[in-house]
């Protein structure tokens, strides 16, 4: 049975750093690019990030590239994403999914609650 | 950037009607688009894959059409469990982007 299980969230405060892992099991990790996606209070689906399976490319959105680092460890087959000058813009849950531009995202985790707030 | 524009923003439906959901891209993305069922505190699942392809598990009331610009998601008709919200995504081109969804709500 495949899983992804986002961890890591919580409350910071503007301008302060969080990373966000994503443990992943029942699918070769290694051989699938990993995505974070996501969703702002009361907005839509929002793509954050891909690597690929070799963590050789990594992709961001224009709104986090910068202070955002996606990485992996295909040995632990966990995701991550270092998140740095946090803006309250970015809160929002936070999705791990399989699947990159190769591929769709088809399998998500539940995702973990980022609050950036004073 | 590929802007996908999706409409209605919300259907008003009964159980056992029929749902069509549009999504429209600003430039072509042959059939690289996907369609997303989400509810709230649950993970997204996927639905359809290359326009038109259901994902596993998903049952035949769903459908996918289109290609290049315009799409279509059908739901033939409405079972209790498939009010949500729906979004498409499409792959052809980096970033990659979401529709700003569709909420399905009961009548």
């Known amino acids: 049975e495949v899983q992804v299980l986002e961890s890591g969230g919580g409350l910071v405060q503007p301008g302060g750093s969080l990373r966000l892992s994503c443990a992943a099991s029942?699918?070769?990790?290694?051989?699938?690019?990993m995505t974070w996606v996501r969703q702002a209070p009361g907005k839509g689906l929002e793509w954050v990030s891909s690597?690929?399976?070799?963590?050789?490319?990594?992709y961001y959105a224009d709104s986090v590239k910068g202070r955002f680092t996606i990485s992996r460890d295909n040995s632990k087959n966990t995701l991550y994403l270092q998140m740095n000058s946090l803006r309250a813009e970015d809160t929002a849950v936070y999705y791990c999914?399989?699947?990159?531009?190769?591929?769709?995202?088809?399998?998500w985790g539940q995702g973990t609650l980022v609050t950036v707030s004073s | 950037e590929i802007v996908l524009t999706q409409s209605p923003a919300t259907l008003s439906l009964s159980p056992g009607e029929r749902a069509t959901l549009s999504c429209r891209a600003s430039?072509?993305?042959?059939?690289?688009l996907a369609w997303f069922q989400h509810k709230p505190g649950q993970a997204p699942r996927l639905l359809i894959y290359?326009?038109?392809n259901r994902a596993t598990g998903i049952p035949a009331r769903f459908s996918g059409s289109g290609s290049g610009t315009d799409f279509t998601l059908t739901i033939s008709s409405l079972e209790p469990e498939d009010f949500a919200v729906y979004y498409c995504?499409?792959?052809?081109?980096?970033?990659?982007?979401f529709g700003g969804g569709t909420k399905v709500e009961i009548k």
């Open positions: 999914a399989k699947g990159g531009r190769g591929d769709y995202f088809n399998y």
């Open positions: 029942g699918f070769t990790f290694s051989s699938s690019a």
């Open positions: 690597i690929s399976a070799s963590a050789t490319t990594t």
């Open positions: 430039q072509s993305v042959t059939s690289y």
């Open positions: 290359d326009a038109s």
């Open positions: 995504q499409q792959r052809t081109s980096w970033p990659l982007t």
